[in-house]
């Protein structure tokens, strides 16, 4: 089975930047779409970004577009989520996915079919 893996979060300040990494092992990670959602207590899981199989499509939510980077290395079975100017309310557990049978990087979690365990993101203001 695909398993990911998620590492990069703790704590941060607001304004500080951060990079969040997940590591596939298993499966055909290059033919997968990839995607980051996020999840904060008392709320639903929030789509984050996405990125096609070979990296030229990319996918944001609207409330990070311009301080967040989605990016991926095949070539190393990693997804990478670089996010910037943080702010209290990024505050939540990331998860990465992946999508077996998405040409687009969609931001419905139902699409994908593998997760990660989370890494948790804290910051403070």
């Known amino acids: 089975q695909v398993q990911l893996v998620e590492s990069g979060g703790g704590l941060v300040q607001a304004g500080d930047s951060l990079r969040l990494s997940c590591a596939a092992s298993g499966g055909f990670f290059s033919t997968y779409a990839m995607g980051w959602f996020r999840q904060a207590p008392g709320k639903e899981r929030q789509f984050v970004a996405a990125i096609n199989r070979n990296g030229d499509t990319t996918n944001y939510a609207d409330s990070l577009k311009g301080r967040s980077t989605i990016s991926r290395d095949n070539a190393k079975n990693t997804v990478y989520l670089q996010m910037n100017s943080l702010k209290p309310d990024d505050t939540a557990i990331y998860y990465c996915?992946?999508?077996?049978?998405?040409?687009?990087?969609?931001?419905?979690?139902?699409?994908?079919?593998?997760w990660g365990q989370g890494t948790q993101l804290t910051v403070s203001s």
């Open positions: 996915a992946a999508a077996r049978s998405l040409l687009y990087p969609r931001g419905s979690y139902a699409h994908y079919d593998y």
